[in-house]
């Protein structure tokens, strides 16, 4: 079964730093792009960052600089570093990813259950 699992979420001060990770798993034939997303509590969901396939980035304008996201295809995960972390910054972060399972051989994406990221004051 094809899935994806984050891990490293937890509670953090204001200015502290946090790691995410995020890992496909089952029988993945490619591996595509790969993102992170939050969602905050009566907020919609938004980019944090993005990595194509090609390798090229894009990061939310409200994470720009402090946050870097990294892709290791040979392993099938991405890694989201959180720096200089902000009260604003909390919310439930979701790994999205393009995947091809071998059953199928059609690609989708798929999402996380997500972990919660909280930063205090």
């Known amino acids: 079964q094809v899935q994806l699992v984050e891990s490293g979420g937890g509670l953090v001060q204001a200015g502290g730093s946090l790691g995410l990770s995020c890992a496909a798993s089952?029988?993945?034939?490619?591996?595509?792009?790969m993102g992170w997303y939050r969602q905050a509590p009566g907020k919609q969901r938004e980019l944090v960052a993005h990595a194509s396939s090609s390798g090229r980035t894009n990061y939310g304008d409200s994470v720009k600089g402090r946050f870097t996201i990294s892709v290791d295809y040979v392993e099938k995960a991405a890694y989201l570093q959180m720096n200089g972390l902000k009260p604003e910054d909390t919310a439930v972060y979701y790994c999205?990813?393009?995947?091809?399972?071998?059953?199928?051989?059609?690609?989708?994406?798929?999402w996380g259950p997500g972990t919660q990221v909280t930063v205090s004051s």
């Open positions: 089952g029988s993945v034939v490619r591996l595509g792009a």
């Open positions: 999205n990813a393009v995947l091809t399972p071998v059953a199928s051989e059609v690609p989708r994406e798929y």
